[in-house]
């Protein structure tokens, strides 16, 4: 998954970009209003924001406010120092999704992430599953007929993306998007590269990545 961290305290952006980046997330990182105005206006494409109220030269609920009004439905976690009612119900108003004050724990912070993940791909169970192949997205692992599949980080996160939009074409440069920070170069001989160390560890049953020349990759199940 990919998400975006709004947050004007580097010491606590930089727990979660670490713990998030632990549980095989992407993360990028902005710490005013209007970076993660002009974050949200480009063409990539987050699965979630989270979203500090209190953030320099325009505050959380003016860009959750933005956001909405322009029909985006990307799922928002409010973090703020405030934990009156008032500004509770005004960030839900406003089109959040869920709310955490501070302190928190980041255990609960991570389970609330998969929570509103899941729920903005439509998905209720933490599983995915593809004819014999299934993908705990909790816990990272990944089996086929039962028996766990050895994969690097890397792998999970290109078996995750494939999964979730199994039947679907998905193109290299969505891929890149999905799988890798700001700043971070992965070329598309690189993707290349990581398809096939994946194909040879996944395609021994009734599983296939599919190449479309020129366009990407499909995640099929062979009929039987």
Same mark, same amino acid.
């Given at each position: 998954?990919?998400?975006?961290?709004?947050?004007?305290?580097?010491?606590?952006?930089?727990?979660?970009?670490?713990? &998030?980046?632990? *549980?095989?997330?992407a993360?990028?990182?902005?710490?005013?209003?209007? $970076?993660?105005?002009? *974050? =949200?206006?480009?063409? %990539?494409?987050?699965?979630? =924001?989270?979203?500090?109220?209190?953030?320099?030269?325009?505050?959380?609920?003016?860009? #959750?406010?933005? #956001?909405?009004?322009?029909?985006?439905?990307? @799922?928002?976690?409010?973090?703020?120092?405030?934990?009156?009612?008032? $500004?509770?119900?005004?960030? #839900?108003?406003? +089109? *959040?999704?869920?709310?955490?004050? /501070?302190?928190?724990?980041?255990?609960?912070?991570?389970?609330?992430?998969?929570?509103?993940?899941?729920r903005?791909?439509? *998905?209720?169970?933490?599983?995915?599953?593809? +004819? @014999?192949?299934?993908?705990? %997205?909790?816990?990272?692992?990944?089996?086929?007929?039962?028996?766990?599949?050895? #994969?690097?980080?890397?792998e999970?996160?290109?078996?995750?993306?494939? &999964? %979730?939009?199994?039947?679907?074409?998905?193109s290299?440069?969505?891929?890149?998007?999905?799988?890798?920070?700001?700043? $971070? $170069?992965?070329?598309?001989?690189?993707?290349?590269?990581?398809?096939?160390?994946?194909? /040879? /560890?996944?395609e021994?049953?009734?599983?296939?990545?599919?190449?479309?020349?020129?366009l990407?990759?499909? =995640?099929?199940?062979?009929?039987?």
């Amino acid at each position: 998954m990919r998400i975006l961290i709004a947050e004007d305290d580097h010491v606590l952006a930089d727990g979660l970009m670490r713990s &998030l980046r632990a *549980a095989g997330a992407a993360v990028d990182h902005v710490s005013t209003g209007s $970076e993660a105005e002009a *974050a =949200l206006l480009t063409s %990539q494409e987050f699965d979630l =924001l989270i979203l500090d109220l209190g953030l320099p030269r325009l505050h959380g609920l003016d860009v #959750l406010k933005n #956001l909405r009004a322009r029909g985006s439905n990307l @799922p928002v976690l409010i973090l703020t120092a405030a934990d009156s009612v008032e $500004e509770r119900v005004k960030g #839900l108003d406003y +089109g *959040a999704d869920d709310y955490m004050a /501070k302190p928190f724990s980041l255990q609960e912070l991570e389970a609330r992430v998969r929570a509103l993940v899941r729920r903005g791909m439509g *998905a209720a169970s933490t599983v995915i599953r593809h +004819g @014999p192949l299934s993908y705990d %997205q909790t816990g990272r692992v990944a089996t086929i007929d039962g028996k766990m599949i050895d #994969l690097s980080a890397r792998e999970l996160g290109l078996l995750e993306v494939l &999964l %979730q939009r199994s039947g679907r074409l998905v193109s290299k440069d969505q891929l890149v998007e999905r799988l890798c920070e700001w700043g $971070e $170069e992965v070329s598309n001989n690189a993707i290349e590269v990581y398809i096939h160390r994946l194909r /040879k /560890k996944i395609e021994k049953g009734p599983i296939r990545i599919a190449t479309v020349r020129g366009l990407g990759y499909c =995640l099929e199940k062979i009929p039987g």
